[in-house]
Nanobody
Framework: QVQLVESGGGLVQAGGSLRLSCAASGSIFSGNVMGWYRQAPGKQREKVAT???????NYVDFAKGRFTISRDNAKNTVYLQMNSLKPEDTAVYYC?????????WGRGSQVTVSS
């Protein structure tokens, strides 16, 4: 089993920054892919960014140039630095771990961007 706990969400004004953290515990091994997803009210959950255990990253278009995903393998922690936030970034942000054939989710962290 893998447990994921997000932190770092909150309320920020448009143009501001937030950094989300996701601490993973349990049966994590080196060959996993970690990621961030988000879900806005009334919308489907969507991918934001992913990072492999070797540091290869992938971003969706709205995150490119504004968001940065990183990880600390020694701490089993993944981060999402979000800059130049916009009201449309308001959502619950979920941490995701793909470990072998299993997918795990955190409970989410609310990010609210005011205009």
């Amino acid at each position: 089993q893998v447990q994921l706990v997000e932190s770092g969400g909150g309320l920020v004004q448009a143009g501001g920054s937030l950094r989300l953290s996701c601490a993973a515990s349990g049966s994590i091994f080196s060959g996993n892919v970690m990621g961030w997803y988000r879900q806005a009210p009334g919308k489907q959950r969507e991918k934001v960014a992913t990072i492999t255990s070797t540091g290869s990253t992938n971003y969706v278009d709205f995150a490119k140039g504004r968001f940065t995903i990183s990880r600390d393998n020694a701490k089993n922690t993944v981060y999402l630095q979000m800059n130049s936030l916009k009201p449309e970034d308001t959502a619950v942000y979920y941490c995701n771990a793909l470990v072998g054939i299993f997918t795990y989710w955190g409970r989410g962290s609310q990010v609210t961007v005011s205009s």
